[in-house]
């Protein structure tokens, strides 16, 4: 009977029985994440946020889902119990191995098109955490005078014990989807240090606003998905069309999709934000607010309205862009040398390797980098206008955005559809538009070379 009420239900909004499933145990991280608040000890909270990550985990993926957490969790542990002074690294590339492993085997991303739902992609968020934690306890040996700011903030000078490791791993269900956050701070969180010390602030009204936004995203997307399938694009009306209107679509696709990641941050963010975790500190206002950022993972008008593509990563998947720019990219910068492309594309590797092997996520995100490196030529250029010349630099800003709208959407079909072939088909269908301009910019730059931003008098007197 009550599968048949499953049945029902998943069918009424068009989603299979375990993607049902799923759902039903990601909004209960909310109530989950409330009631940890009233977990009377430390050791009772570690417990508490592991045992119902544990269960929630159980009730949405089967009992085979916590022993592949179990393997990147022992073996980051085991390597920082064993060799800190590596721990690192090894435990970044084993974590990475392992998930490649679950990603080839599992084949997630044909499932997820079909409608199906597995653990690798909580696997993915949990991947993240264990190699933030060995990273960080790797940090410790060193001396903060070589140390970044956010290293310094984020490194142990102890190996966390197992209950508090597992608990920070399994936390309330919070790496079901995210957002990433950092061991330091949640033992923070649970011993009421730091900006946790002093009195809590009310969580309700950042939940009930969050709650609200994943309603709206959620009402979004089920009524956009019927209307631009993704399969249209590999029916023959789609190569009937002509190029504005192939190219439009592909920007309603991707507009259509971002609606269902919208609504999935949405829920973690009201999960973290009642749990207490999601709390980052006050304003600067009078009187101060609390704000919520470690619990934020997309702002939905930066995305849609970005004026560059190079803020996309600051609001787009906000805790994870986060993630590979302390752990990949300023890592791979050498002392007294500025980043190049080369990191930039080394970030983006990692996180198509990090979503999965298939052809669509590894040119999306070689197409991200080139992306960004076209948008920052187009604001160099936007900079080094004289201030005289105002209304050619609004013209530019307007530029730099209808570029990102362009390029952004056409790159994104790579990541939806997955497959070589249907990703260099609907590209070629808009003949490569998205990859030819980013590329003619990169390759002007070196011809157009522009001067210093113009800066006033009185900047330069400073």
């Not at 009977?1 to 991280?29: D, H, K, P, Q, W």
């Not at 088909?425 to 070379?449: C, E, N």
């Amino acid at each position: 009977m009550a599968l048949l009420e499953m049945e029902s239900m998943a069918g009424s909004i068009g989603v299979s029985v375990a993607v049902l499933r799923f759902l039903l145990c990601y909004v209960a991280t909310i109530p989950v994440s409330f009631l940890w608040r009233f977990v009377p000890s430390r050791t009772g909270k570690h417990v508490y946020a592991a045992a119902s990550g544990a269960l929630l985990s159980y009730l949405s993926f089967g009992f085979s889902s916590n022993l592949h957490f179990l393997v990147p969790m022992l073996l980051g542990y085991l390597s920082m119990a064993i060799y800190r002074a590596k721990c690192g690294i090894i435990t970044f590339f084993l974590g990475f191995g392992y998930l490649i492993g679950c990603h080839v085997y599992y084949m997630s991303g044909d499932a997820w098109k079909e409608g199906g739902i597995d653990a690798t992609g909580a696997l993915m968020v949990l991947t993240l955490k264990v190699i933030s934690c060995a990273i960080n306890y790797n940090d410790g040996l060193v001396t903060e005078e070589n140390l970044r700011e956010a290293q310094k903030k984020n490194r142990l000078t102890r190996l966390p014990s197992l209950i508090e490791y597992i608990g920070y791993c399994l936390c309330c269900g919070s790496h079901f989807a995210g957002p990433v956050y950092e061991i330091k701070d949640y033992l923070e969180w649970t011993e009421r240090k730091g900006i946790w010390s002093g009195p809590w602030p009310s969580p309700y009204a950042a939940t009930l606003r969050a709650i609200l936004q994943a309603g709206v995203c959620m009402a979004f997307y089920l009524y956009l998905v019927p209307q631009y399938p993704l399969t249209r694009f590999t029916e023959p009306i789609y190569q009937e069309w002509g190029f504005w209107k192939r190219l439009s679509y592909q920007y309603m696709a991707g507009f259509t999709a971002r609606w269902k990641y919208y609504f999935i941050w949405s829920i973690s963010e009201a999960s973290i934000i009642i749990s207490g975790l999601g709390f980052s500190g006050w304003t600067e206002s009078s009187p101060p607010k609390p704000k919520w950022d470690r619990a934020k993972n997309v702002d939905i008008l930066g995305v849609e309205f970005a004026k560059s593509a190079v803020q996309i990563p600051l609001v787009w998947n906000i805790q994870v862009s986060t993630w590979l720019r302390h752990y990949v990219y300023d890592r791979l910068i050498q002392n007294g040398k500025k980043p190049g492309f080369f990191q930039l594309l080394a970030t983006q590797t990692v996180s198509a390797v990090w979503h999965g092997l298939y052809p669509g996520y590894i040119i999306f995100f070689v197409q991200s980098a080139l992306m960004i490196a076209g948008s920052r030529v187009i604001y160099r250029w936007q900079q080094a206008l004289p201030p005289k010349m105002e209304l050619v630099k609004k013209i530019m800003v307007f530029l730099n955005f209808a570029y990102t709208v362009l390029v952004l959407n056409y790159s994104c079909v790579g990541f939806m559809v997955l497959s070589l072939h249907e990703t260099i088909a609907s590209y070629g269908s808009v003949y490569y538009i998205g990859t030819i301009i980013p590329i003619v910019l990169i390759l002007l730059s070196y011809v157009i070379k522009p001067g210093k931003p113009a800066r006033s008098k009185t900047r330069k007197d400073e």
